[in-house]
């Protein structure tokens, strides 16, 4: 929070009037000005689709579901950038895929506005097709949106494909940006937890109802439990991959800090049945009312822009 601090300085006569008076008008152009750049600030001018959210019994916006064009069918895959690679469900060969090894080789590819020749699939063929063509039919992992600009409107659930050099300069400039790194087909994001830089934490916009989901160990040292029994939440639900997981949580005892963003003790979640061998992620809990914007190049960016400030 910005406070505005305003020293006036006595003179004779009316120097105080005049100064009084100069304080509502400089109030209202900076009214003025804020209004100007929340107008600005929109994702209104890229050419988007709209997303749908998944719910669970975590949350009602526990998958992210986006339409994808795969050879001129229309399928909802879910977007998990904690998946590296595009992944159709099953093992069905839809018309004009071809084989490639373990792959598949699929034509003239549209998401998200952007269009592809063709991309390599690879299918998880042990997860079950739903026959409901609106639940997700497969996953959009990083690798679709590697060397562009990947937008993600939640307020307008739009998501926007362009290339880095068309991020329009207006959301460039309003984003508050951390750097970021691909490691192991995963996004990386630098963060500072209580204080202290917090290594190891991918994006993963499959983990949406979290905040940051993490090993037992440095569920522990950031919430300051000593163990399970004193999580402030406990549940359990299916599915992830095909598996029924159980998740506790507890707020961290410090606050957790994006670029120059700052949010106060977010709710730190892990999974006790599997303590060690367990990814570290920031979900999309913290962002619902933002517009998240990945600049995937060769120095990859991460930035916020945020709800108060659209």
Known sequence: ???????????????????AQQVPVDRAQDRASSKAQQISVTTDS???????WG?????DKSAMLVPISLNGKRFMYQLDTGADVLMPYGTAMEKGWSPRGNAVRIPNVRFAGMTFSS?????????????????????????LLLGKTFVMDFPKQRVCLLERGDLPESLDQAADWASAEIRHGKLY???ELNGKKLDGIHYDTGSSPYTLDVNLSLWKEATGKSGTKDATTHYSFCCAWGHELESIGAPASGDLKIGSHVYPKPM??????????????LGNALFTGSIVILDLGAHPRFGVIDSSSR
């Open 1 to 19: 929070m910005r406070v505005l601090l305003v020293f006036l300085l006595l003179l004779p006569g009316l120097g105080v009037t005049q100064a």
């Open 46 to 52: 890229l050419s988007c689709s709209r997303f749908e």
């Open 55 to 59: 719910s669970s019994t975590i949350s």
């Open 119 to 143: 991309m390599k699939g690879f299918p998880a063929k042990d997860m079950p097709v739903s026959p409901d063509p609106k639940d997700p039919h497969g996953t959009v992992g990083l690798e």
């Open 189 to 191: 994001v630098d963060l």
């Open 268 to 281: 730190m979640t892990t999974d006790p049945a599997h303590p060690d061998s367990y990814w570290n992620t």
